[in-house]
């Protein structure tokens, strides 16, 4: 580091960042440019130094770097892919890290709310952007997140809003897809299975003898080329269920009508090809308006675990059986559904006191 005195009267400060580059930055008065180097020179020290000219790469092409070096499975490249080309890249992608702004991101999710974008939606987005961010912080391109302190909607009683489908809207839509997706409908609502699980099922993964379904893969249907076998969402999401006998015969009878497809697949299109999750999505919701019920193929893992619950299955049980990475995840969505305590509360209080109270009563009675 050094400080040089120009001819116009100047100062010019001089100084060599971590990778050797030397940069100079000139000052009227010497006081200014001890004090600048004096902070380099700390912030350089406690690893927090950031080059004046650091954030001039554009927002977009950084998003676009850095999930290139994300080991996603392949559905969550797609879908954060989707985030960052959809809804971050024609906001902030021309935009130098440098130059983007809390009150901008701030404004984002304003316009996002404003536009009827569910809270949890919007939390998703954001939370891509917030990660790009980061990443652009812990390379030194930014001195701080303009994600940090930003304020988000709150979902008001999004877990009580939770209304599992009855049995007899299950079996209506069942009836309203067309004959080759019935016993899909009872899959998914038997099993309790994720739309790439149920997709992705396969003859050799459903053992009849012994009642028992192994899940340890999913269908990947990426925007484009062939669909092929994936990892399941999660290490937990490997599991062996039970079948029970009204889902083992739907697919039975499912499979002395339609044959088993390529790669062994149970249900698959029309055409006989792998059942893409949006072919799929299209035929349940066209059921869904036929029927009258606002659904999605989703709420039939939903109406699983709520006929678990209702049977009085455990949370460790339900969790187990849905595939869900711990117990706090199946409580977070389904704890309203569990019946509460207060009832067993004053049953046990009742049976303890009560008869002592009885007793207590009586002999004083007696004494009297």
């Known amino acids: 580091m ?19 580059k030397q940069r100079a930055r000139r000052f009227e008065r010497k006081v200014d440019a001890v004090q600048f180097l004096a902070t380099v020179n700390h912030e350089t020290a406690r690893g927090t130094y950031i080059s ?25 490249r797609d879908r954060m892919m989707h985030v960052i080309t959809s809804q971050i890249a024609p906001r902030f992608g021309a935009l130098k890290l440098r130059d983007v702004r809390l009150s901008a991101v701030q404004a984002w999710v304003g316009a996002m709310t404003t536009a009827g974008l569910a809270p949890s939606t919007v939390e998703s987005y954001f939370r891509v952007l917030a990660a790009v961010m980061k990443a652009a912080r812990r390379d030194k391109l930014i001195a701080e997140s303009p994600c940090d ?34 016993a899909l409908i009872v899959a998914s609502a038997g099993l309790g ?13 459903v053992d009849f003898l012994r009642r028992q ?38 697919l039975a009878e499912h499979l002395a009508r339609f044959e088993a497809g390529e790669m062994g697949l149970i249900f ?36 699983c675990a709520s006929s678990l619950i209702a049977a009085g299955c455990s949370v460790t049980a339900v969790q187990h059986f849905l595939g869900h990475k711990n117990a706090s995840e199946t409580l977070d969505t389904y704890s ?6 207060e009832d067993k509360i004053r049953a046990a209080i009742d049976s303890a006191l009560r008869a002592n109270v009885h007793e207590m009563c009586t002999e004083q009675v007696l004494s009297t």
Do not use: M
């Open 2 to 20: 050094s400080i040089e005195k120009l001819a116009t009267g100047r100062y010019l400060a001089r100084w060599r960042e971590v990778d050797g």
């Open 52 to 76: 004046p000219n650091a954030g001039q790469e554009t927002a977009g092409a950084y998003a676009l770097r850095w999930a290139a070096g994300q080991p996603w499975r392949e559905s969550s």
């Open 149 to 182: 302190g930003v304020r988000l909607p709150r979902a008001e009683g999004t877990t009580s809003a939770l209304v599992p489908l009855t049995t007899t809207q299950v079996h209506a839509l069942a009836e309203a897809v067309p004959d080759r997706y019935r």
């Open 193 to 205: 299975l994720r739309q790439g699980e149920v997709c992705g099922l396969t003859v050799d993964r």
């Open 213 to 250: 379904v192994r899940i340890d893969r999913q269908l990947v249907s990426p925007n484009t080329g062939d669909v092929r076998f994936g990892p399941t969402k999660t290490a937990s999401s490997n599991r062996v269920l039970t079948l029970a006998a009204v889902v083992g015969e739907a």
């Open 268 to 303: 698959t299109s029309a055409t006989g090809a792998p059942l893409r999750r949006s072919t799929w999505q299209a035929a349940f919701g066209r059921a869904a308006r036929d029927v009258g019920v606002e659904a999605s193929t989703h709420d039939l893992r939903h109406y």
């Open 336 to 341: 309203h559904l569990w019946p509460d305590n």
